[in-house]
T-cell receptor, first 110, second 113 residues
Framework: QKEVEQDPGPLSVPEGAIVSLNCTYS??????FMWYRQYSRKGPELLMYTYSSGNKEDGRFTAQVDKSSKYISLFIRDSQPSDSATYLCAMSYNNNDMRFGAGTRLTVKP | GAVVSQHPSRVICKSGTSVKIECRSLDFQATTMFWYRQFPKQSLMLMAT?????????EQGVEKDKFLINHASLTLSTLTVTSAHPEDSSFYICSAAQGEKLFFGSGTQLSVL
């Protein structure tokens, strides 16, 4: 079993839809949780950062962490074609040991 | 967010030559930087952890003599692919740690002919 599981997709949604992206993990020691967006042939861009459990909202993006279920989510409201990218979840218990999900490829169709 | 600059963005070289990739943290100091390799439609594969002023720590299966890492200052780490071969062709990405967050460079596409 991988330490971080993420469905690679691909996921295709119409413009304006709510997108739900998820990751599960097995290491209960993880306490820092991040979501990155990566466009093709570009470096990942940090979207959301959460420490421990709870929700965090930033514009159209909401990150949720449920440590009891070892489950994290990223919601994108009113999705736009410019949101089409690969979304990577990442987590660590310190900044020297980051673990990444496989990434979910998202396409938002106009 | 913090900015990490990576150069070059693309390089094409002949087999047997060496290629150097630079990674700079522009607005913060990074004692720790990381180097990754990414194949098409796959996630990031950590190659090594670069610590300022000390030797890099390589992941299992990564040849340290093949992929030379130097972290000479708090804002610069370099990866040199020595005697490059076609199988080294890949997308290489660096990242720098600022607290518990990682910020990534824009990546380098290496093509070895």
């Amino acid at each position: 079993q991988k330490e971080v599981e993420q469905d690679p997709g691909p996921l295709s949604v119409p413009e304006g839809a709510i997108v739900s992206l998820n990751c599960t993990y097995s290491n209960s020691a993880f306490q820092y949780f991040m979501w990155y967006r990566q466009y093709s042939r570009k470096g990942p861009e940090l979207l959301m950062y959460t420490y421990s459990s709870g929700n965090k909202e930033d514009g159209r993006f909401t990150a949720q962490v449920d440590k009891s279920s070892k489950y994290i989510s990223l919601f994108i409201r009113d999705s736009q074609p410019s949101d089409s990218a690969t979304y990577l979840c990442a987590m660590s218990y310190n900044n020297n040991d980051m673990r990444f999900g496989a990434g979910t490829r998202l396409t938002v169709k106009p | 967010g913090a900015v990490v600059s990576q150069h070059p963005s693309r390089v094409i070289c002949k087999s047997g030559t060496s290629v150097k990739i630079e990674c700079r943290s522009l607005d913060f100091q990074a004692t720790t930087m990381f180097w990754y390799r990414q194949f098409p439609k796959q996630s990031l594969m950590l190659m090594a952890t670069s610590n300022e002023g000390s030797k890099a720590t390589y992941e299992q299966g990564v040849e340290k003599d093949k992929f030379l890492i130097n972290h000479a200052s708090l804002t610069l780490s370099t990866l040199t692919v020595t005697s490059a071969h076609p199988e080294d062709s890949s997308f290489y990405i660096c990242s720098a740690a600022q607290g518990e967050k990682l910020f990534f460079g824009s990546g380098t596409q290496l093509s070895v002919l």
